[in-house]
Nanobody
Framework: QVQLVESGGGLVQAGGSLRLSCAASGRTFSNYRMGWFRQAPGKEREFVSRISSSGGTTYYADSVKGRFTISRDNAKNTVYLQMNSLKPEDTAVYYC??????????????????WGQGTQVTVSS
């Protein structure tokens, strides 16, 4: 089992940057593919980014491509989301999630087995 704890959210002006962190418990973190999702009020949880277990492959939603960067440090059991050029529409609760290898589209929340509690990101205009 993996426990995930996000941090780094906050209030930032449009055009600013934030770096989210997700610390994982357990000795098998390096076996998991990790993802970031977000959920705005009244909307469904949506895929933001994903990184392979080794960190060598990354994926991004079109809405954040070129602005966000996902990375991981397996020695520290941590995955990061660097968010630059933030826009008001990026406002949401951001969640990290761990995938053991469940089949299905990696953009679907159903593929992920463990979730953090979320961290609020608010971008003011």
């Amino acid at each position: 089992q993996v426990q995930l704890v996000e941090s780094g959210g906050g209030l930032v002006q449009a055009g600013g940057s934030l770096r989210l962190s997700c610390a994982a418990s357990g000795r098998t973190f390096s076996n998991y593919r990790m993802g970031w999702f977000r959920q705005a009020p009244g909307k469904e949880r949506e895929f933001v980014s994903r990184i392979s277990s080794s960190g060598g492959t990354t994926y991004y939603a079109d809405s954040v491509k070129g602005r966000f960067t996902i990375s991981r440090d397996n020695a520290k059991n941590t995955v990061y989301l660097q968010m630059n050029s933030l826009k008001p529409e990026d406002t949401a609760v951001y969640y990290c999630a761990a995938d053991r290898g469940t089949s299905g589209s990696f953009t679907s929340p159903r593929v992920y087995d463990y979730w953090g509690q979320g961290t609020q990101v608010t971008v003011s205009s």
